[in-house]
T-cell receptor
C-alpha cells in the first residue's frame, strides 16, 4: 500500500506524559499536513510543511505541540505534558504540488486517549 | 479566514431514496471544493472535487455535486442511496494557501 501511513494507530497515555506520532506521506508528495479531529467535528488544521519547511501553524497548536519534517519525507508530531483535552484523532495528510489545486490524501489517523 | 457550514448533522434515509447534503462556504476569493467520505472504521476518502470548469462535478459511487458560486454552495447529491452509503460526509474548501478547511460533517444512515 502506498498511501499515507501513521504510527501508532492508537495511543493511551497518562496525563502529563509526552507522546509522539509519526507520519509517512505518499513518497512523491512534497506537502504534508497535520489535522486534529474530535467526535462530531470535522478535521481541524494544525500545521503543514512544504518539503522540510513548516509554513503555517494554527493557533490550535499550543507551545506543547511541535511538529518536524527534518528531511522533507516523514514527519513527527510531539505533544508534551499531555492534557485530557488533547484526546482526539490526529490525522496526517499529504499532497503533491502547491496552490489550491491540491488533492489531499489522508492517513488512517492516530487515536490519542489521555487518561 | 474561510469557513464551511454543513447544514444537516444527521440524515436518515431508506434505500433508493434521493440524497442531497448541503454545504456552504465563506471565502471571497477563488476556491477549490471537495467532498470526502469516511466509512465506519476507515480513513477519509475523496468523493469528488471541483477546481474549475463545469460546475456539475461527478464523483465515485454515483455521487455528484453542483458548485453555485452566487450561493457559495457545493451541495452533494445522489439519486438513489444504498445501505453501503452509510458513512460520514465532509465538505472542504481549499484556498491558495493549499490547506483545507472542513465542515463538521453529516452522518448519513441508510436503512435497508
Amino acid at each position: 500500500d502506498t498511501g499515507v501511513s501513521q504510527d501508532p494507530r492508537h495511543k493511551i497515555t497518562k496525563r502529563g506524559q509526552n507522546v509522539t506520532f509519526r507520519c509517512d506521506p505518499i513518497s512523491e508528495h512534497n506537502r504534508l499536513y497535520w489535522y486534529r479531529q474530535t467526535l462530531g467535528q470535522g478535521p481541524e488544521f494544525l500545521t503543514y510543511f512544504q518539503n522540510e519547511a513548516q509554513l503555517e501553524k494554527s493557533r490550535l497548536l499550543s507551545d506543547r505541540f511541535s511538529a518536524e519534517r527534518p528531511k522533507g519525507s516523514f514527519s513527527t508530531l510531539e505533544i508534551q505534558r499531555t492534557e485530557q483535552g488533547d484526546s482526539a484523532m490526529y490525522l496526517c495528510a499529504s499532497s503533491l504540488g502547491q496552490g489550491s489545486g491540491n488533492t489531499i490524501y489522508f492517513g488512517e489517523g492516530s487515536w490519542l486517549t489521555v487518561v | 479566514a474561510q469557513s464551511v457550514s454543513q447544514h444537516n448533522h444527521h440524515v436518515i434515509l431508506s434505500e433508493a431514496a434521493s440524497l442531497e447534503l448541503g454545504c456552504n462556504y465563506s471565502y471571497g476569493g477563488t476556491v477549490n471544493l471537495f467532498w470526502y467520505v469516511q466509512y465506519p472504521g476507515q480513513h477519509l476518502q475523496l468523493l469528488l472535487k471541483y477546481f474549475s470548469g463545469d460546475p456539475l462535478v461527478k464523483g465515485i459511487k454515483g455521487f455528484e455535486a453542483e458548485f453555485i458560486k452566487s450561493k457559495f454552495s457545493f451541495n452533494l447529491r445522489k439519486p438513489s442511496v444504498q445501505w453501503s452509503d452509510t458513512a460520514e460526509y465532509f465538505c472542504a474548501v481549499n484556498t491558495n494557501a493549499g490547506k483545507s478547511t472542513f465542515g463538521d460533517g453529516t452522518t448519513l444512515t441508510v436503512k435497508p
